[in-house]
């Protein structure tokens, strides 16, 4: 089989040669992401591999449609990028990577914050000039704070568990708890009162838009943290930069951003960021942003390509997958 990969990076090609070679797939890696001006690239090859900021709207899966692609293969667990109806009404099956690393993301997410309260992206940059001061790297433990945890699936359950060996009080809310938990449930709005840190990692769906909002942040504690692995529109980034400007909240922590998609994953170092909400957040003491990096991981890119190979397989041979979203 021929797939035409999209949004392809250097950490993504060993893995995917590997597990494609030995399933008799070969990909043809394309530098630039999936849309509409890009979509005719396809013409020729038996499916597509996409990514995170790809764009698989109703005008692209009509090109992929017309090209005769009826097979569109994430290599990711998040799908709120692609239209799902119009892929089905157009017979374009979509595969996903449901899971690959919960234990990336989670760590990550800690990692993020552990960095934001104890100042250590200020301390590296110190001590590198030799400038041993400690002024204004002063932290808090995060032993006997409350953290609360928005979405509590794979990735929230290990974040939960990581959180709990701090000696963390954790508080929880899903719309779907899970069932028979230890899980401290309650409402959003008692999460957003009680909580000293806030985790995202629920999906983003039309409920999830802008969770984190001008409202939700005026029910929040002073010098809340807020972690965000999740997808960026989680959180209204004006609303956001609002917050911390009058001290309400205290650190936010973004592996991902509402607009992230003209901007992550591309070195913009040389040039001028049009976007002045991220810029400003950036410019922040007390905001670290990382590009959409919480799953680049090796046991998670291995993860992602055996499983995104096994997909493809799977329905290039019984025409139906268990990783299938589009017809389920
Ligand atoms: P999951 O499907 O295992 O868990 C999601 C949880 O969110 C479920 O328990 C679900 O019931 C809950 N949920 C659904 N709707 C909700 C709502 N309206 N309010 C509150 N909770 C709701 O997903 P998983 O694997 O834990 O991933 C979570 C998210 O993490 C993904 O949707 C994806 O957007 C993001 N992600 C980010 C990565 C990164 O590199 N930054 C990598 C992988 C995933």
Redesign the pocket.
């Known amino acids: 089989m021929k797939i035409a990969f999209f949004d392809a990076k250097s950490y993504d090609k060993p893995s995917f040669e590997k597990y494609g070679k030995e399933n008799g797939i070969a990909f043809k890696y394309f530098e630039t992401k999936l849309n509409e001006d890009t979509a005719e690239l396809t013409h020729g090859f038996d499916g597509v591999c996409a990514f995170?900021n790809d764009t698989v709207n109703a005008a692209v899966i009509d090109r992929l449609a017309d090209n005769g692609i009826r097979l569109v293969a994430l290599r990711?667990?998040?799908f709120?990028n692609v239209d799902l109806r119009h892929a089905r009404e157009r017979g374009v099956h979509v595969l996903r990577v449901?899971?690959?690393s919960?234990y990336?993301?989670a760590e990550?997410a800690v990692a993020m914050l552990l960095t934001s309260i104890r100042r250590i992206h200020k301390a590296y940059i110190r001590t590198k000039d030799f400038n041993f001061s400690l002024n204004g790297l002063t932290g808090f433990d995060l032993h006997g704070k409350t953290v609360g945890v928005?979405?509590?699936?794979?990735?929230?359950?290990?974040f939960i568990d990581i959180c709990r060996g701090f000696g963390m009080r954790v508080i929880a809310?899903?719309?779907?708890?899970?069932e028979n938990s230890d899980i401290c449930y309650v409402s959003?709005e008692r999460l957003f009162a009680e909580s000293d840190i806030i985790s995202?990692?629920?999906?983003?769906?039309d409920?999830?838009y802008h969770?984190i909002n001008a409202e939700t942040i005026a029910m929040m504690k002073k010098g809340v943290a807020l972690i965000n692995?999740?997808?960026g529109a989680l959180i209204d980034a004006d609303a956001l930069l609002e917050g911390i400007k009058s001290r309400k909240v205290g650190a936010a922590c973004l592996?991902?951003y509402e607009e992230e998609s003209d901007l992550f994953f591309e070195d913009f170092s040389g040039h001028i960021v049009e976007d002045d909400t991220l810029a400003r957040l950036i410019s922040m003491p007390n905001v670290i942003v990382t590009s959409?990096?919480?799953?680049?991981t090796e046991e998670?890119l291995d993860n992602i390509a055996e499983t995104t190979v096994r997909n493809i397989k799977t329905f290039a041979a019984t025409n139906a997958c268990e990783n299938e979203l589009s017809y389920h």
């Open positions: 995170v990711c667990a998040g709120n449901p899971a690959y919960p990336a993301v990550h928005i979405g509590t699936g794979k990735i929230g359950r290990v809310y899903d719309k779907y708890p899970a959003p995202l990692h629920c999906p983003l769906t409920e999830t969770i692995t999740s997808r592996d991902v959409h990096q919480a799953f680049l998670a």
